[in-house]
């Protein structure tokens, strides 16, 4: 049973850092593709990064470019999502999303999911 657990959510001002992190189970994460997605209230689930097995292919949204990271440790089984220069419009639930194949920015296709961290970014 896949299980994802996402962690590293809270309060933070604008301008602030936080990092994410999502645990994985019940895979083999050094072949499972692995992606960020956030929904904020009233709005559709959006793209935030994601990333290939090794690391090697990142692809972001362009509305998080420069400010997130994306990374993930196989030896721990955890992907990372490190925000920096956070902005109020950040304000969503974040969720990480595992899939065999890689997926990119399409939440449809990806057939795991976490259940979500609250980011809450203060002006």
């Known amino acids: 049973q896949v299980q994802l657990v996402e962690s590293g959510g809270g309060l933070v001002q604008a301008g602030g850092s936080l990092r994410l992190s999502c645990a994985a189970s019940?895979?083999?994460?050094?072949?499972?593709?692995m992606g960020w997605f956030r929904q904020a209230p009233g709005k559709e689930r959006e793209f935030v990064a994601a990333i290939s097995w090794s690391g090697g292919r990142r692809d972001y949204a362009d509305s998080v470019k420069g400010r997130f990271t994306i990374s993930r440790d196989n030896a721990k089984n955890t992907v990372y999502l490190q925000m920096n220069s956070l902005k109020v419009e950040d304000t969503a639930v974040y969720y990480c999303?595992?899939?065999?194949?890689?997926?990119?920015?399409?939440?449809?296709?990806?057939?795991?999911w976490g259940q979500g961290t609250q980011v809450t970014v203060s002006s």
């Open positions: 019940g895979l083999t994460f050094s072949r499972t593709f």
């Open positions: 999303a595992a899939d065999l194949n890689y997926r990119g920015a399409i939440p449809e296709l990806y057939h795991n």
